[in-house]
């Protein structure tokens, strides 16, 4: 590996254009956001023991709201930047983009420009304060964000990097206040930071990450020796596995290391968990495709070899071995491009064949093995299965397409459709029930905004077949109105509508299908979700009128303001959209310029998974748990809900 020296960084931008844009940074100045500085620092310490320095990282949630990340890696260079001067430290927390980390000829594997950079975390930062401990000496930095004459100064260094004293250890420890004039909330989430580096540790196999919550005395030790395969048992946990362990490959070519655990479950989605260097990619990319080739061709030569297939039948295709998967597939790689629309997707060509050839020899070797057979054979029933259902659900998608006149007869008489044929500013209400529908035809603005109401209860997708999906007649009558088709078939550019609205009363029952409805959503058209497309219409609770005014009420807090501001009032509780007059639902529900919504998006899959798999799937107890711990109808557990006003 090639030495490190501080001339090697390089150097781009300034801090204060972080403070002036954080979002161009970040993200969010939300809950996101604030996390985020965490994860710089969080990523550079685990990037320096995945490169074979240290095995510990551990970090602290303090109770005066600092975070700090401690390694036992090297030590950030301290010697100083010819050029510039100042100790390699303050380079990395001053410099934007600066770090050997981005050279080729550093790290082996890094990622890109996932890592903007310690340098965001301290420009973000009240203070940050940075420990080195190298060569046989301990130093110490520190950084603060100064006001003078009303303009803020960004992480300046206010203790230049000095020497402190001797030390036989070594490693990097960072601490830091995030800026409460930059961020709405200064709190760190533990359960947001452990699940975070839960999915690290899991993807690096053997590190030790240790959390500790000072402000509740709470900690978590964190090791999987098993790596990968540890997280597809943590991923199918609370579903019924096939087989067990999971199958695990690994190997190295051409300085590609590709690992892959698989295992298969008892639903018919399919849940593959693909990351490079470490950053997740939900989109996809060249090693998705080099694995899933893989998988097909290694289970249609198992199943010709044990006389599986019928000559008749033709070869399984790829989503027959898809039903019920869950994959991690782990790559590690130089030089890697990002694309797609959220450049989460991997555009590397020479990672697709290189995929393909590890987990095909890999996965030949498992299925050739004796012992190995049965597992096989399992998978090779589940896909026969599959594709009995996918023939049949093809048939019933020809008599759909066929019936296309009277199903489209059907939906016009229920779909209140607007005038407006640009998608960019039609809006979709779902309404619960025909009454509530009703008063929202009456209410709505009907060039851009069309009404659909739902008479009952939409089936519930979860555990359920394509098939048997497209049965229920509320569904159908959603994907018929939205335009995009569904699974397979979706095309986000038929997409009918920019935004989704699911109108809902405030109650369990309404809480229910707007379960039902994300679900669906979730598990058959999550392209709509990544797009920013799934609102949550927010009714208000209560109407609260004095002698001079009345105002609407969104939660119980703002009914406890409001009457704490008047004298003689008197209160309106809104049991359902039902009770609401046509023009009160416009005014406080629909107008864009006044109503309150809820942009629906998925931060993290595995959590949302694991809360839909209980929520909405067949374990009783679980759910009985899962609602006991988390019963508030106004949240929408781990599918974060923003405000659209949030978005920078
Ligand atoms: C608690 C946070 O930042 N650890 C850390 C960071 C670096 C190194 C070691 C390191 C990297 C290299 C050489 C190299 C970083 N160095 C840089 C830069 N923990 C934490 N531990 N020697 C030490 O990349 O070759 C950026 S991060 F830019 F100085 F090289």
Redesign the pocket.
Known sequence: MAS?D?K??IVLEGLDAVRMRPGMYIGTTGVNGLHHLLWE??D??I??IANG?GNKVEVILHKDGTAS???N?????VSPHPKLKIS?VE??FTQLH????FDDN??KYSGGLHGVG?SVTNALSRWLEVTVCKDGKKYFARFESVESNGKIHSGSPVQRLKEIGNTNLK????RFLPDDRVFRDVKFDYDTVLERLKETAFLNKGVHIELKDERTNTHQSLCYEGGIRDYVSYLTEDKKPLFAPPIYIENEIKDTYVSLAIQYVDTYIDNIFSYVNNIPTPEGGTHEVGFKVALTKVLNDFAKKNNLIKEKDGLFIGDDFREGLVAVLSVKMKNVQFEGQTKTKLGNVEARSRVESVCTQGLTEFFATKKNENIGKIIIEKAQLASKVRAATKRAKDINRAKNSIDNSQLIGKLASCTSRTPEINELFIVEGKSAGGTAKQARDRYFQAILPLRGKPLNSEKKRLDQVLANEEIRTIIGAIGTGIGQDFKLENLKYNKIVILSDADQDGMHIRSILLTFFFRYMPELITNGNIYIGMPPLYKVSSKDKEVYCYTDEELAYETSLVKNYTIQRYKGLGEMDAEQLWTTTMDPQKRNMMRVSVEDKVMADKVITTWMGDDVSARKDYINKNANFNKIDNFTTNKPEDEE
């Open positions: 490190y501080s090697d960084l620092i969080i550079n310490a990037d320096e320095y990340v401690q390694d890696g090297r030590g950030i260079p390699g380079v990395v600066a770090g050997g980390k550093n790290y310690a490693g990097t420890h960072v």
